[in-house]
């Protein structure tokens, strides 16, 4: 039904940038609010940053400062902007969307397959 897709995950080195952006396909009717979140082995997924369909935005305190999340709307397609990169920040970063469907009478939330990010000391 909906597809999101994942790019730009990598290895960087500590201080360094990487962008990670990521597209929904399918018979999408509106998508709410997006966001990304990350998980390491052993913890919880955890909200790195959200955006509402109209542009406001939250991010986790870790992060403040240092990520930027945005999105496009024509493109059905939401991006994490990474900047000054910590060695904790290394995880599995997951795109989440709430979609509403052509005929569906709820919105239901998608998540991408996850894309590694990983800062070397």
């Known amino acids: 039904q909906v597809q999101l897709v994942e790019f730009g995950g990598g290895l960087v080195q500590a201080g360094g940038s990487l962008k990670l952006s990521c597209a929904a396909s399918?018979?999408?009717?509106?998508?709410?609010?997006m966001g990304w979140f990350r998980q390491v082995p052993g913890k919880q997924r955890e909200l790195v940053a959200g955006?509402?369909?109209?542009?406001?935005?939250t991010y986790a305190d870790s992060v403040k400062g240092r990520f930027t999340i945005s999105r496009d709307n024509a493109k059905n397609t939401v991006y994490l902007q990474m900047n000054s990169l910590k060695p904790d920040d290394t995880a599995v970063y997951y795109c989440?969307?709430?979609?509403?469907?052509?005929?569906?009478?709820?919105?239901?939330?998608?998540w991408g397959q996850g894309t590694q990010v990983t800062v070397s000391s």
């Open positions: 989440n969307a709430n979609v509403h469907l052509f005929a569906a009478i709820q919105p239901f939330d998608y």
């Open positions: 955006i509402t369909r109209g542009g406001s935005t």
């Open positions: 399918g018979r999408i009717f509106r998508i709410n609010d």
